[in-house]
Each structure stands twice: as structure tokens, then as C-alpha cells.
């Protein structure tokens, strides 16, 4: 069963990474699914989102701040400036620094995609902006370092369901990308009443991913053998 689940893993991980075992984090004896920055990408994606929800039960469907904004957009330059530089020769990075670009980038995508999920999910949503108070901010951004920690140094047992935390992350984040797009369908938009009700949604953008992860498996495999020949 454990050889199962490793494949398995590997395989969501080959579908979206590059896997290079010098940019990939060791958890024990085992490398994550996917490289450091990708790692940071996704768990700060699932540690926003799930903040969100529970910040946010009214389901504001207003965005956040203006600065807020500029600053999720400037999280994402960071990371992008990282890995630019990095591969060009410009300068050298670390894992540590893929880890903690990749987690910014991974925390600023919620914010501006959680206001339209709840307006297309949701028969009755509120007119309040997402992260409008200083409670609420203090514990997102607080959230960023701590989700950096955690990973780096993995306490026990975190160490053991990081791997199968991390598979689930990628699962989760393109599938709320998908739920999001299924929503915009004219008779499914606006239609939920309850959590049940938003369940169609995301089994939708659920096997949506499954179908787009196993098209970039092909895509990766028919790089790589390419390159090698």
C-alpha cells in the first residue's frame, strides 16, 4: 500500500515538476513529490485558502485591499525574479530561498481568487472585502513564516504526511481553479445553499485535474525523451 501511495505521489509530482533531486526537499530517506519552490507554491496555496475560509465565513465577495493586492502581485515578482535570475547564471539560490519565494507566490493566489469563488458558488454571499480588518491580516501573514518552519524542519509526525499533505495540495489547488471555472456555467453559478451543495463543483474540477495532470505526464515523459536522444 505505502509503495502505492509513493507512486502515486510521484506520479501528481511528475505532472507539474521538473523533480531535479538537488532543488527538491528530503523529507527522511524520501524526496518530496515535487522541487522546494513548488512545494512553497502549493502548500502556501492550501494554508491561504483554508485560512480564507475560516477568516471569511460571512463569504465576502469584495477583494481585499488595493495594497493588499499590489503586494500578492509583488510576492509573485519575487518568485519569478528567483527563478529567473537563478536559471539565467545571474546569481546562485538555495532551496531555503525556492521554499520561501514559492510560499509567497502560493499565499497571494487565494486572496483574489476566494472574493469570485464565493460570488459563484454561493446563493447568498456578503458585500464585504476578504482580509478588511487587522486581526485578520496579522494572522494571514503570520501564516507564511510559520508554514515556512514547518516545512523546513518537519517536526514528527509532520514529516510523515508531508508527502501525502503535498500530493493532496496540488490536487486541491488545480481543482479549485477548475471548481471556479465550472461555477461560471450559466445554470450552475450561484446555486449552492449549502457545503453539499458545492459538491458538484468540485468533483468536476476534481476529474478535470486528473485528466490535466495525466496530459502533462505524457507532455513530460515525450520532453524528456526527446532530450535524450
Known amino acids: 500500500m505505502e509503495a502505492l501511495l509513493q507512486q502515486l505521489y510521484g506520479w501528481i509530482g511528475f505532472a507539474v ?3 531535479l533531486p538537488e ?5 527522511g530517506s524520501s524526496a518530496l513529490p515535487v522541487c522546494a519552490r513548488d512545494t512553497g507554491i502549493y502548500v502556501g496555496f492550501v494554508v491561504s485558502y483554508l485560512l480564507l475560509v475560516l477568516l471569511g465565513r460571512e463569504r465576502p465577495t469584495e477583494m481585499p485591499p488595493r495594497w493588499l493586492i499590489a503586494l500578492c502581485g509583488l510576492f509573485f515578482v519575487i518568485m519569478a525574479v528567483d527563478g529567473v535570475t537563478s536559471y539565467a547564471g545571474l546569481r546562485t539560490t538555495d532551496n531555503d530561498i525556492r521554499l520561501i519565494t514559492g510560499l509567497l507566490a502560493g499565499f497571494s493566489l487565494p ?9 459563484q458558488f454561493w ?21 507564511i513564516p510559520a508554514a515556512f518552519l514547518l516545512v523546513k524542519y518537519h517536526p514528527f509526525p509532520l514529516g510523515l504526511l508531508l508527502p501525502a499533505f503535498l500530493a493532496a495540495a496540488v490536487l486541491f489547488s488545480f481543482s479549485t481553479v477548475n471548481a471556479l471555472m465550472v461555477s461560471m456555467i450559466p445554470p450552475l453559478e450561484r446555486r449552492a ?37
Open 17 to 19: 515538476c521538473h523533480q
Open 111 to 119: 486572496p483574489l481568487l476566494k472574493p469570485i469563488i464565493n460570488y
Open 193 to 229: 445553499t449549502t457545503l453539499w451543495g458545492t459538491a458538484p463543483f468540485w468533483l468536476i474540477g476534481l476529474l478535470m485535474t486528473f485528466f490535466e495532470l495525466a496530459v502533462a505526464v505524457q507532455m513530460h515523459a515525450f520532453a524528456l525523451a526527446s532530450a535524450t536522444r
Open 123 to 143: 446563493r447568498k454571499s456578503s458585500r464585504t472585502h476578504l482580509l478588511d480588518n487587522r486581526k485578520d491580516l496579522a494572522i494571514w501573514f503570520a501564516a
Open 23 to 27: 532543488r527538491t526537499l528530503v523529507v
